[in-house]
């Protein structure tokens, strides 16, 4: 082997320590591409059927099993009213998300938005215009293997290119970037609904905006042209 790529420096160490005749690792993470500040055009909203100023605590990406996608629907219910969990992606997941919503989604209910709405995902050109309606976008894997505690997904940069703020669950790598920056909010590795819910409960405004505005620096230093040039000197090595 002349070379191996990885995309961070947690697996990157785990492969030194367990295959130590390895090469030494190309961290190539999985950033997005950063095309500059969005100027969000109210689609977000308008697909959820949302009035303007409801805030969005948003989760995108493929529905599926540990990723905490229960505990999340299920945090629904504690969220203030002028808060709605939009739930945009695909998966297999969907028809069990969607019952266990309609479970937690109380009759009594009097509000003029809904608590949860399921849309479809957006294309991938556009997901950045749809996730910049968002107030905080939200990663809730949960303790499951290596795989998990390590995990780097994209949404760690999809979201701040949008200039929206991450609450993920503590999995090493997303707690280390998320903490480092100060773009969101972390909870515990292995959490509840409520450790979700009381994060937006507990939100100040200026919290928000300085976040918002530490996403924006974020994703200007760590986005793919660090990562893409990387990846150009690995091939050229080879």
């Known amino acids: 082997m002349d070379s ?35 100027t969000y055009d109210g689609r977000l909203h308008d697909m959820a059927g949302l009035t303007r100023d409801q805030n969005i ?27 709605t969990l939009v739930m945009m992606g695909w998966g297999n997941y969907e028809d069990h998300l969607r019952k266990l919503a309609g479970e937690h989604t109380l009759k009594s209910d009097n509000r003029e938005n809904p608590r949860i709405v399921f849309i479809p995902p957006a294309p991938h050109a556009e997901l950045s215009l749809w996730t910049a309606g968002a107030a905080i976008g939200v990663i809730p894997y949960e303790l499951f293997g290596l795989n998990h505690l390590y995990c780097t997904p994209n949404k760690l940069w999809e979201y701040p290119a949008s200039g929206v703020p991450i609450l993920c669950s503590g999995m090493l790598e997303m ?15 292995v959490f509840t609904s409520t450790d979700i819910s009381d994060v937006v409960n507990n939100l100040k405004l200026d919290t928000l905006h300085q976040k918002r505005s530490n996403c924006l620096e974020y994703i200007k230093k760590d986005n793919w042209s660090l990562y893409e040039k990387r990846l150009v ?5 080879i």
């Open 4 to 38: 191996f790529i990885t995309i961070n420096d947690s697996i990157a160490n785990f492969y030194k320590e367990n295959y130590p005749k390895l090469p030494k690792a190309n961290i190539i993470k999985n950033a997005t591409v950063y095309t500059g500040d969005v």
């Open 57 to 83: 605590l948003l989760y995108q990406g493929g529905f599926a099993k540990k990723r905490g996608l229960d505990i999340l629907i299920e945090s629904a219910q504690y969220l203030p009213d002028n808060w």
């Open 175 to 189: 707690k280390y970037s998320v903490e480092k920056d100060d773009i969101g909010w972390v909870i515990p590795q």
């Open 233 to 237: 000197n690995v091939y050229k090595e």
